[in-house]
């Protein structure tokens, strides 16, 4: 059994429990035990947890995936080391809405902790009129994947979560080859 450990990353209010919420609903039959701490205003406050079970394609062993997401407000940000550590991806929800500079300033707060090769960005919030173009962030995220989506509407939450899991099990063979 291999466990996969996916980790949501990005401003407060990026989407990053919408994403979490979605993959609940679409994967009910393979989703269980959820852990999600609240405030009275909805902000996620310690973190978030989403365990999924697949059976990948991969020598047809079982993976289980459990996805988590980081509380997004500053006075968290001591907890964030911990919760990059381990992992086997990380999606960086982008919320369209925002400058590039506060997205950049969210995405930062990973160097020297994750290494890009494990990152996916998910361009989330592509419904608001004044997004900031689809090529302006893949410029920013030279060489990075990016996949558009509207999570508030399950568009992208799907495809993000695959491209995750495609990075965290190249990840892995890289682990199994040289072990
Ligand atoms: N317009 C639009 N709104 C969205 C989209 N995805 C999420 N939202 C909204 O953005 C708000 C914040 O979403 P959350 O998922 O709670 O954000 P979060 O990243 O978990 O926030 P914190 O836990 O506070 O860090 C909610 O009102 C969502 O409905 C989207 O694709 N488009
Ligand atoms: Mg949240």
């Given at each position: 059994m291999r466990e996969l450990r996916i980790v949501y990353h990005g401003l407060g209010m990026a989407g990053k429990t919408t994403n979490l919420e979605k993959l609940k609903e679409i994967y009910t039959d393979k989703a269980y035990d959820r852990i999600h701490q609240q405030t009275n205003e909805g902000r996620t406050v310690y973190l978030d947890m989403l365990m999924l079970k697949f059976q990948t394609r991969v020598?047809?062993?079982?993976?289980?995936?459990?996805?988590?997401?980081?509380?997004?407000?500053?006075?968290?940000?001591?907890?964030?080391?911990?919760?990059?550590?381990?992992?086997?991806?990380?999606?960086?929800?982008?919320?369209?809405?925002?400058?590039?500079?506060?997205?950049?300033?969210?995405?930062?707060?990973?160097?020297?902790?994750v290494?890009?090769?494990?990152?996916?960005?998910?361009?989330?919030?592509?419904?608001?009129?004044?997004?900031?173009?689809?090529?302006?962030?893949?410029?920013?995220?030279?060489?990075?994947?990016?996949?558009?989506?509207?999570?508030?509407?399950?568009?992208?939450?799907?495809?993000?979560?695959k491209e995750a899991i495609k990075i965290a099990l190249t990840d892995e063979e890289r682990v199994v080859r040289s072990s």
């Open positions: 020598q047809g062993l079982y993976v289980t995936i459990s996805l988590f997401s980081t509380p997004g407000q500053q006075r968290f940000k001591i907890l964030r080391p911990w919760l990059f550590g381990n992992t086997s991806a990380v999606v960086f929800v982008f919320d369209s809405s925002r400058s590039i500079q506060e997205n950049m300033e969210s995405f930062h707060e990973m160097e020297g902790i290494s890009k090769n494990k990152v996916v960005v998910q361009a989330n919030k592509r419904d608001i009129p004044n997004a900031i173009p689809l090529e302006v962030i893949k410029e920013t995220f030279n060489g990075i994947p990016v996949i558009p989506a509207v999570a508030k509407d399950g568009i992208g939450v799907v495809e993000t979560l």
